[in-house]
């Protein structure tokens, strides 16, 4: 009678726990939309037609005062969002991990930021100012939420579940991503067909991307629910009331007890800092070096998106296989064979563009879902949202060195082919860092149990 009463109890927390685990999937779907319609696609070259309406005769704007080339407002707005999402995250992921209430900190983050999307619909005429604040706001909001939300990923998956549960959230933001660029597109080329001009075409997709995320996060937070911290039990941090930057420096100094974590948090920062730049350079290198047309770049990101689905739920069954940080350092091979590829790539010649992007897509999601879930092993337990913080501002807020490294190096030689292999360098010393992590080690040392593949 126990045992059965044993196994009712564990059949009922494996179903609860797939419940969760369904739920946060959708969080991806949500808000993997604004990354791809509104980011990577039709806000920069819109609110950059904007900020050139409203530029003076030498085409500068002058927010607050403070004189602007029209052509820079966009990368300058994206500057700031980053800025302001590294000051709050450390902040609220000390107040989630303290107060065990991530659900309200992931439902404000989350509406505030679609709020923001949606109302880019009002971004027309010479309202740059309306985009850049819009911008800044949803940015930082998405930073801050995706560090909530990647938090949970210990708490709702054991250790011999996270890489395929990891790979299957980033499987779902591809998913959605894809399906509503589709939709976007379509709109965007047929808007003659529709009765509206352009403008209307771009402002309806970026408002559509806010509505989606708004909606779809209903979802996850209906699934999702909040562990309370036992009563008693300290937080570690200096309080979820410390300024950004010093509960950062707080964050730091604790990291400093692991330097395992760390040094896996380092490695990530370089191959990742390669990865965001190949990923936003691509378009660059695709009309500048090999003449492709705005249309070909737009099918390349979308059959990136495609592929990008199969590829991180492929390389999470490798995982299985190899372990997640074998299956890593096999991508990192992958990406560099990518751009030595991307070196020769002819110009004119959108196939061999298009079979590029391919390889992009099908490496692009496994890199990012395997070390999210392995730094996952990596979080002393209670400090979830605190040490995602750490990883999301190093996803996001340190990728500055590649395309630093790619203008200077366009700079110096002029060529865009020559900057396009220099970032080889970040993968090479990625994939040298990465296999100097113990990571049993690591996990040990972090106080979580060590599955039996990683």
């Known amino acids: 009678m126990g045992t059965d009463t044993v196994r009712t109890d564990e059949a009922d927390e494996a179903a609860g726990r797939r419940r969760e685990q369904r739920g946060w999937y959708f969080y991806d779907w949500a808000c993997s939309v604004y990354s791809t319609s509104v980011l990577t696609v039709f806000l920069g070259p819109y609110l950059t037609e904007v900020a050139k309406s409203a530029a003076d005769p030498d085409g500068y704007v002058h927010p607050l005062g403070i004189p602007v080339r029209a052509g820079s407002f966009f990368a300058y707005s994206v500057s700031l969002s980053v800025i302001l999402a590294v000051v709050i995250m450390p902040l609220v992921g000390a107040a989630a991990d303290r107060t065990g209430r991530k659900k309200p900190l992931l439902a404000a983050t989350a509406y505030v930021g679609a709020a923001a999307t949606a109302g880019m619909f009002f971004l027309d005429g010479d309202r740059y100012l309306l985009g850049g604040l819009l911008l800044i706001v949803a940015n930082a909001a998405q930073s801050v939420a995706m560090m909530l939300y990647n938090s949970y990923l210990p708490q709702i998956a ?79 941090a200096e309080g979820a009331t410390s300024p950004g930057l010093r509960q950062l420096a707080a964050t730091v100094r604790d990291m400093r007890r692991h330097p395992l974590t760390l040094s896996f948090l380092l490695a990530y920062l370089v191959y990742n800092d390669g990865i965001q730049t190949v990923i936003s350079q691509a378009s660059v290198y695709g009309s500048e070096e090999l003449d492709l047309e705005q249309s070909t770049l737009i099918v390349a990101v979308l059959l990136v998106q495609v592929l990008a689905v199969g590829g991180a ?58 070390s999210r879930s392995l730094f996952s092993h990596l979080v002393p337990p209670g400090k979830e949202a605190e040490y995602f913080a750490a990883y999301e501002m190093s996803d996001r807020g340190m990728s500055w060195l590649g395309p630093l490294l790619f203008g200077v190096t366009y700079q110096l030689t002029g060529s865009y082919r020559d900057a396009i292999i220099s970032l080889v360098a970040f993968f090479v ?12 080690r690591a996990i040990n040392d972090a106080g979580n149990p060590v599955p039996d593949r990683i």
Not at 183 to 199: C, K, M
């Open 158 to 236: 054991p250790p011999e579940e996270r890489d395929a549960v990891s790979s299957r959230g980033w499987a779902f933001g591809y998913a959605a991503g894809s399906l509503v660029l589709v939709a976007n597109l379509i709109l965007f080329t047929a808007h003659d067909s529709f009765g509206i001009s352009e403008g209307m075409a771009v402002r309806i997709c970026l408002a559509s991307a806010g509505l989606w995320w708004g909606a779809f996060t209903l979802i996850p937070l209906k699934r999702l629910r909040d562990r309370r911290r036992p009563a008693g039990e300290s937080a570690g």
């Open 429 to 440: 010393l990625g994939f040298a860092l990465l296999t100097r992590v113990p990571v049993r």
């Open 313 to 370: 739920l492929g390389m999470g069954r490798l995982s299985r296989r190899y372990g997640a940080k074998r299956t890593i350092l096999g991508s990192l091979v992958a990406w560099t064979l990518i751009l030595a590829a991307g070196y020769f790539l002819p110009a004119s010649a959108p196939l061999w563009f298009f079979v590029l992007a391919s390889g992009i897509g099908l490496v692009l999601g496994g890199s990012q879902a395997l």
